[in-house]
C-alpha cells in the first residue's frame, strides 16, 4: 500500500493551512483566520474517515495524525499566548501534557513496536480543544473557560491511553500463555 494515502495527504493539508491560520491571527484579520482554522481543524474529522472508508489506514497515518493534531494545538496555543490572548497557565498545561504524551509514544513505539491507535476520549478532547481555540479566535466571552475545560479533557484522554496501554501489556503474556498451550501437542497424538 501506497504510504501517501488521500487520509494522509488531508492530513499534511491541515499542517500546510496553519501558516495561514497564524499569519491572520497576528495580522487581526479574525475572519480569515476563523475560516482557515476551521478548515485545520475539519480536516482533523475527516481524515480517519477517509483513511477508514477507503481501507487506507496505515502506520505513517497513525503517526501522522496524531502528530499534526499536536503541532496544530501547540502552534496555536504559542501564537495567541505570544499575542496577549491566552494564558500563560494555558499553553503550560498543554505542553507539559503534550511533552508527556510523546515521551510515552516513543517509548511505546521503541519498545513495543506497535502504535496504540486513537481512542474515542482522545477525540471527544481534541474537539473540545478545537472548540477552545475556535471561542478564543472568535473572542467569545467564555472562551478561556471552554478551553480549560479541553485542556482537562485533555488529562483525562492522556490517563485512559495510559490505562489502556498497561491493559494491552498485561494481556501479552496471557495471550502468550495460551497460544503456546494451544501448540502443544495432546497426549494421545502420537
Not at 487520509?7 to 495561514?20: G, Q
Request: hydrophobic share 55%.
Amino acid at each position: 500500500m501506497k504510504a501517501l494515502t488521500l487520509a494522509n495527504f488531508v492530513t499534511l493539508s491541515r499542517l500546510l493551512l496553519l501558516a495561514p491560520v497564524i499569519y491572520f491571527l497576528t495580522t487581526d484579520e479574525r475572519v480569515l483566520s476563523i475560516i482557515f482554522l476551521a478548515l485545520v481543524l475539519f480536516g482533523a474529522l475527516i481524515d480517519g474517515a477517509i483513511a477508514r472508508s477507503r481501507g487506507e489506514v496505515s502506520e505513517l497515518g497513525k503517526i501522522l495524525d496524531p502528530l499534526v493534531d499536536k503541532l496544530v494545538f501547540v502552534s496555536l496555543f504559542i501564537a495567541l499566548a505570544l499575542m496577549g490572548e491566552l494564558p500563560v497557565l494555558a499553553l503550560l498545561l498543554l505542553l507539559l501534557f503534550q511533552v508527556g504524551i510523546v515521551i510515552g509514544a516513543l517509548h511505546q513505539i521503541l519498545t513495543d513496536r506497535a502504535i496504540q491507535g486513537a481512542r474515542p476520549m482522545g477525540k471527544i478532547a481534541s474537539l473540545a480543544i478545537s472548540a477552545g481555540l475556535i471561542t478564543v479566535v472568535m473572542e467569545l466571552e467564555l472562551s478561556h473557560w471552554v478551553l480549560y475545560g479541553g485542556i482537562m479533557l485533555v488529562y483525562v484522554a492522556g490517563l485512559d491511553y495510559l490505562i489502556n496501554w498497561i491493559r494491552i501489556l498485561r494481556e501479552r503474556p496471557q495471550a502468550k500463555a495460551r497460544s503456546s498451550r494451544a501448540q502443544m501437542p495432546s497426549e494421545e497424538s502420537p
